[in-house]
């Protein structure tokens, strides 16, 4: 695989972590950001939002590196009998 290739991988690995944030966080934020006969809840959004993307791009440059370590680990072996 190609240096460019390679990288071009990596951001969307990178991407694909962001919108699994953004999805897990859309689906726990629901119905908490207006509760009923209270202001809103700042939290979800100054505390929550950032948790998740940051955890979700991390978890999907963690998964990059392991999967690219199995698979450069499988080139480097040597051919079975």
């Known amino acids: 695989m190609g240096q460019r290739t390679q990288a071009a991988a990596g ?3 990178a ?7 953004l999805a897990v966080w859309a689906g726990r934020a629901r119905g908490r950001v207006h509760r009923f006969e ?4 700042w939290r979800v959004f100054v505390v929550e939002l ?3 993307v940051v955890g979700g791009v991390g978890a999907g440059a963690l998964a990059g590196a392991l ?3 199995l698979f450069r680990a ?8």
């Open 11 to 13: 951001c969307l690995v």
């Open 50 to 52: 950032p948790l998740c």
């Open 15 to 21: 991407l694909a972590g962001l919108g699994a944030g």
């Open 74 to 81: 499988r080139r480097a072996a040597p051919p079975g009998p």
């Open 67 to 69: 999967l690219h370590r």
């Open 38 to 41: 209270q202001g809103p809840d």
